[in-house]
Nanobody, 120 residues
Framework: VQLVESGGGLVQAGGSLRLSCEASGFTFKDYAIGWFRQAPGKEREGVSCHSDSHVGLYYAESVKGRFTISRDNAKNTVYLQMNSLKPQDTDVYYC??????????????WGKGTLVTVSS
């Protein structure tokens, strides 16, 4: 099983990035895929979650209206489009997968993360 994030980088405040999470080794369409973020010394925060049926679609209040999650089952990939980025969005972003419809803190599989840095 692998989850590989990409698309992180350095961007100015107000800019955009699109993160990708490519999955392999499990039946992708049966899993909810979530994005989480965490900085050293901070608690992990759930950012967004997407299941194939949209039942468990979730956005954290801090990103609503700015971030959009989507998935392409044909490519086993989930995307996180991040617009109007703020310095407080700076974090390591992780994708994770769980069998079912809802993301929780207890996901089945985790990626290694991609760093997003937003400069002011």
């Amino acid at each position: 099983v692998q989850l590989v994030e990409s698309g992180g980088g350095l961007v100015q405040a107000g800019g955009s990035l699109r993160l990708s999470c490519e999955a392999s080794g499990f039946t992708f369409k049966d899993y909810a895929i979530g994005w989480f973020r965490q900085a050293p010394g901070k608690e992990r925060e759930g950012v967004s979650c997407h299941s194939d049926s949209h039942v468990g679609l979730y956005y954290a209040e801090s990103v609503k209206g700015r971030f959009t999650i989507s998935r392409d089952n044909a490519k086993n990939t989930v995307y996180l489009q991040m617009n109007s980025l703020k310095p407080q969005d700076t974090d390591v972003y992780y994708c994770a997968a769980v069998d079912g419809y809802y993301c929780t803190g207890y996901m089945d599989y985790w990626g290694k993360g991609t760093l997003v840095t937003v400069s002011s």
